[in-house]
């Protein structure tokens, strides 16, 4: 049956995306047939002991989805949701996607709660790099591998994914962002998300006791569907299509 929701009857919408939004660009969904998850073990290559353990190892997993993304590009699902930002009084995105396809998409108001396959940091001195996009050859800190060559004893410090990975907690700012979105939202939209990883699975609580709709983007049933006023059982693409009829034309 088709939804009778239209993003243009609402005036502050945050759509909530996992995976599935990617799934017609090509990059992998994390569960599920094809998924990710199946392939790789996230223990030995997604999470802080693995980094420790061998950070060759989980950069060579990393280096391999930085290139599998670089090739993909954005889908008519990422286009109309940077188009509602251009158009519509408030938009923002929350997502538990790295790979910055909303960003390329056009979208500016982008939480991503699960960091960037772009982003790299070093936790022992606290260097950034915000958007490197190239692949990562040299495992190193450049910072603390200045100070190793002024330090006899130095140890070499890799360069880390700013990644979420298992058992990191997410960034509170990030958090705190997305929840007042949430909570000022009168239409929230959740696109591609199995539902199943704690907290970001949570957050469309939040969105429901603000009053807001709730509108469930999924080919499959999720743990969470009950808590949605509409569920649409169709792919990304398709479904913000529907939704998003009548939208004006963007510049
Ligand atoms: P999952 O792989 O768990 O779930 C993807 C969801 O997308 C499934 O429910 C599919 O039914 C749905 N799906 C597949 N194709 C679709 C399409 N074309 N349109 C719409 N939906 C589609 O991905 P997430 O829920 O995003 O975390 O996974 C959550 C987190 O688990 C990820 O952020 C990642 C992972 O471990 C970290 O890496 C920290």
């Known amino acids: 049956m088709p ?8 005036s502050r919408i945050v759509f909530f995306t996992g995976a599935g939004m990617s799934a017609e660009s090509g990059v992998p969904t994390y569960r599920g047939k094809g998924g990710i998850w199946k392939e ?27 290139g599998l993304v670089r090739k993909c590009e954005p889908n008519e699902g990422h286009r109309l949701i940077a188009r509602c930002e251009q158009v519509l009084p408030s938009v923002t995105v929350v997502t538990q996607n ?16 699960h960091g960037s396959l772009w982003k790299l940091r070093c936790d022992r001195c606290g260097w950034r790099d915000e958007d490197f996009s190239a692949p990562v050859d040299d495992l190193l800190c450049p910072a603390c591998k200045a100070l190793a060559a002024t330090t006899p004893r130095g140890t070499p410090v890799y360069k880390r994914p700013g990644i979420v990975w298992f058992g ?14 949430l909570d000022a939202s009168d239409l929230m939209i959740s696109i591609g998300t199995s539902a ?3 907290p970001a699975a949570q957050l469309p609580v939040v969105a429901k006791r603000a009053g807001a709709t709730l509108v469930e983007i999924n080919p ?15 792919t ?7 939704l998003c009829q009548g939208l004006p ?3």
């Open 98 to 113: 790295i790979d910055g396809l909303h960003q390329r998409a056009g979208s500016k108001r982008v939480h991503e709660l």
């Open 196 to 198: 199943v990883v704690f």
């Open 236 to 242: 990304a693409t398709e479904a913000l299509t529907e």
């Open 168 to 181: 990191d907690s997410l960034s509170g700012s990030v958090v705190q962002a997305s929840c007042q979105a």
């Open 3 to 10: 939804s009778p929701i239209r993003v243009t009857d609402f």
């Open 40 to 66: 790789y073990d996230f223990e030995s290559c997604a999470c802080q002991e693995a980094f420790e353990r061998d950070p060759d190892h989980v950069w060579e997993f990393h280096n391999y989805r930085r």
């Open 220 to 234: 499959e049933d999720t743990p969470m569907s009950e808590l949605y006023d509409h569920c649409m059982r169709s």
């Open 249 to 251: 034309s963007g510049s």
